[in-house]
């Protein structure tokens, strides 16, 4: 049960990291990073997104991938969840 609830914490951290739920248009998990597409990449907060975890993050265009390492499938379905 606790980790099921810092997954969610996470995800939560992450979702506004990446803008707001509303700014996600798409969200994949794939073995160690997100893969996203956002509506307003000037709206990801890379720094946010660090503080909630991530390794690093990639972004090109509205394509943004967040590497996070294996908690990236779990973490992509609590996001979708959110959605």
Do not use: W
């Not at 992450?14 to 997100?34: F, M, P, Q, S």
């Amino acid at each position: 049960m606790r980790e099921e609830t810092e997954m969610a914490t996470k995800a939560e951290k992450i979702v506004a990291g990446l803008g707001g739920i509303d700014n996600i248009e798409e969200v994949e998990g794939c073995i160690t990073r997100l893969r996203t597409e956002v509506v307003d990449p000037s709206k990801v907060d890379e720094a946010a997104l660090k503080a909630a975890g991530a390794h690093g993050v990639v972004k090109m265009g509205t394509a943004i991938q967040v590497v996070i390492g294996t908690d990236a499938d779990p973490i992509a379905a609590e996001i979708e969840d959110l959605m």
